[in-house]
């Protein structure tokens, strides 16, 4: 099973973006869902998690003001919206499930998918 983010893009500093996380094989609605990011020559960071009954766990607090996911259950897929961007935020993010609990370490998620590039730059 792969999840697909996507929604990336070229986004002004101070700018918006939301990001979408799907399967084409299953709903989301009942994972953990993830969200990582990787800069260019960087270790791959924890964004935020979305839990399965609704809460958000954040990596940063720095990103609790700017970051938020949310879930649209009809569709069974995720979205993060990101807010006021800064060129820090430019790298590749992935989303990721698990079954059980939330997790910091990306490698302990069981689903994964390709990510989309976020690029904030006048």
């Known amino acids: 099973v792969q999840l697909q983010a996507s929604g990336g893009g070229l986004v002004q500093p101070g700018g918006s973006l939301r990001l979408r996380c799907a399967s084409s094989?299953?709903?989301?609605?009942?994972?953990?869902i993830g969200w990582f990011r990787q800069a260019p020559g960087k270790e791959r960071e924890w964004v935020l998690c979305?839990?399965?009954?609704?809460?958000?766990?954040y990596g940063k607090i720095s990103m609790k003001d700017r970051f938020r996911a949310s879930r649209d259950s009809a569709n069974g897929t995720v979205d993060l919206e990101m807010t006021a961007l800064e060129p820090d935020d430019t790298a590749i993010y992935y989303c990721a499930a698990r079954g059980v609990d939330c997790n910091v370490d990306w490698y302990r998620y069981v689903y994964w998918g390709q990510g989309t590039l976020v690029t904030v730059s006048s």
């Open positions: 094989q299953m709903s989301l609605n009942n994972y953990n």
């Open positions: 979305l839990r399965n009954d609704g809460d958000m766990i």
